[in-house]
Antibody, heavy 121, light 106 residues
Framework: EVLLVESGGTLIQPGGSLRLSCAASGFTFSGYSLNWVRQAPGKGLEWVAHSSSSGRTIYYADSVQGRFTISRDNAKNSLHLQMDSLRDEDTALYYC??????????????WGQGTLVTVSS | IQLTQSPSSLSASVGDRVTITCRASQGISSYLAWYQQKPGKAPKLLIYAASTLQSGVPSRFSGSTSGTDFTLTISSLQPEDFATYYCQQLSSFPLTFGPGTKVDIK
């Protein structure tokens, strides 16, 4: 069974830094791209960042470019999101989601339960 | 690439046929997925490549496409289908989601 478990969310002041983690199991971690997707309270889904299976190809949403850094440790089956210069609008539930690609088509087939980040003074 | 969804919400009864539309601001071929999200839960993949049903998803769910318009259809709404539905384009980065369609009980 594919399992993605996020951790690291907490209450933090604006301007602060936080590191989220996603522990994966049940699949060959190094063979899959992964994403962070967030959802502000009562709002819709927003894609945040993507890492290829090797970690060499990375993309970010404009809203976090330059402030967030996605990384992965394939030896430890873990994905991370380093969040710096946090703003009130970064308050959200952060999901880790696996990308499954077949025949050139990709989609997010497995999601964790999320970790809550609250940015407030 | 921006995605719009219509309607933003709808009320329906068990057994109703429900149709949700997602429109892309430019061509995305068939690189579109549909997700279902229930309160307090993570999103669940329903359909990918615009019309391919994810394994384990009931056959009452279906997807279709016409140009840049994509449709999610629930042929006969069941009690467990009351949820919010999101489309997502995976044609190019940045990946984007539609704003969602909330389906509730009439």
């Amino acid at each position: 069974e594919v399992l993605l478990v996020e951790s690291g969310g907490t209450l933090i002041q604006p301007g602060g830094s936080l590191r989220l983690s996603c522990a994966a199991s049940g699949f060959t971690f190094s063979g899959y791209s992964l994403n962070w997707v967030r959802q502000a309270p009562g709002k819709g889904l927003e894609w945040v960042a993507h890492s290829s299976s090797s970690g060499r190809t990375i993309y970010y949403a404009d809203s976090v470019q330059g402030r967030f850094t996605i990384s992965r440790d394939n030896a430890k089956n873990s994905l991370h999101l380093q969040m710096d210069s946090l703003r009130d609008e970064d308050t959200a539930l952060y999901y880790c989601a696996r990308s499954y690609c077949t025949g050139g088509v990709c989609y997010m087939d497995n999601w964790g339960q999320g970790t809550l980040v609250t940015v407030s003074s | 690439i921006q995605l719009t969804q219509s309607p933003s919400s709808l009320s329906a009864s068990v057994g109703d046929r429900v149709t949700i539309t997602c429109r892309a601001s430019q061509g995305i071929s068939s690189y579109l997925a549909w997700y279902q999200q229930k309160p307090g839960k993570a999103p669940k993949l329903l359909i990918y490549a615009a019309s391919t049903l994810q394994s384990g998803v009931p056959s009452r769910f279906s997807g279709s496409t016409s140009g840049t318009d994509f449709t999610l259809t629930i042929s006969s709404l069941q009690p467990e289908d009351f949820a919010t539905y999101y489309c997502q384009q995976l044609s190019s980065f940045p990946l984007t989601f539609g704003p969602g369609t909330k389906v509730d009980i009439k």
